[in-house]
């Protein structure tokens, strides 16, 4: 069975067959992993930007990625202006989001 559209075919059979392949690729290259890896040892203890983490120590986004925040600085603090709570609001937004990607669709 093919569907034949003005961009092409489309055939479920050749769909499938790719997917079946792209998933016996992927478990292919995942069977070649380390198997000396143990679970409970070192080598699954924190690591921290190329140091080892202090024990009962807990690093929040926050400070991971401060350099990123703090140079968003300007773009973060209007979303959090824009951020009111109200789901009422989330859906105004989503759905004048999708009118105007519609209106941009239609007229391109």
């Known amino acids: 069975m093919i569907l034949e559209t ?18 016996l690729l992927a478990l292919a290259l995942r069977s070649r992993g380390r198997r000396d890896h ?42 959090r202006a824009a951020h009111t709570g109200f789901v009422v609001d989330y859906v105004t937004w989503l759905v004048v989001a999708l009118a105007g990607i519609m209106l941009l669709v239609l007229l391109v």
């Not at 075919?9 to 079946?20: C, D, E, K, M």
């Not at 024990?55 to 209007?78: M, N």
């Open 38 to 79: 143990k679970k409970g040892t070192e080598q699954t203890a924190p690591f921290l930007s190329g140091e080892a983490a202090p024990d009962g120590v807990h690093v929040g986004g926050q400070h991971l990625y401060w350099g990123f925040v703090e140079a968003l600085r300007p773009y973060i603090e209007r979303l």
């Open 6 to 23: 003005f961009e092409g075919f489309w055939s479920p059979l050749v769909w499938t067959a790719v997917a079946v392949a792209v998933t």
